[in-house]
């Protein structure tokens, strides 16, 4: 029954989210959370690993949720679950793109959405900044305590990329810019 139920919360979770999959935190939050499935803290431990994951934030998040819930096979059933509304209506928008995307009624929809994406983007960013820097064991029910290792991570790394896109003129590639935070983290927090 497990099985079903992963598929089923991240089917709803891909069909309901707009905006990627960072818009998509606070209903995972919402769902595998409140179903005891994982803990907040564990949470944002699978959000900061499936941003340093290759591939699709979406899948890699899901993946390892469904993974702590159900194994291997929990692992898939909520990697179909969250791709498959999308791979659905991007079938549907395929067979009619054209005529779709001239729709008046469809564009309106659209620009109502892009408000609302911004502001679960930016929430969320807010949330994780709240939880990196104030918040001891990374959950909102925890002590509050200001980390100043993870503010001082947070000033050098926004300070180095500052620089860099100012002399360069270009921005730091994800890459380097993980394994910098890499090697920053491992100095900043075993020393």
Not at 110 to 136: D, H
């Amino acid at each position: 029954m497990i099985f079903f139920e992963l598929f089923y919360t991240f089917f709803l979770i891909g069909l309901f989210t707009f905006g990627g999959g960072y818009a998509m935190i606070p209903m995972i939050q919402e769902q595998v959370v409140s179903k005891g499935w994982i803990s907040e803290s564990n949470l944002t431990d699978f959000i900061a690993v499936s941003e340093a994951t290759p591939g699709p934030f979406a899948i890699n998040i899901s993946t390892f949720v469904g993974n702590s819930v159900g194994g291997t096979f929990g692992a898939i059933c909520a990697t179909i679950g969250v791709i498959l509304p999308s791979i659905i209506v991007i079938l549907i928008i395929a067979m009619i793109m054209k005529k779709f995307m001239k729709n008046k009624y469809v564009q309106g929809a659209l620009n109502g959405v892009r408000p609302i994406v911004l502001a679960l983007i930016l929430s969320t960013a807010l949330m994780l900044l709240i939880k990196v820097i104030f918040l001891k064991g990374n959950s909102f029910n925890g002590e509050w305590e200001f980390d100043i290792r993870s503010f001082a991570l947070l000033i050098i790394l926004s300070g180095m990329l500052f620089i860099y896109k100012k002399v360069r003129k270009k921005s730091l590639g994800a890459i380097k810019l993980l394994g910098l935070s890499a090697l920053l983290g491992i100095i900043i927090f075993t020393v």
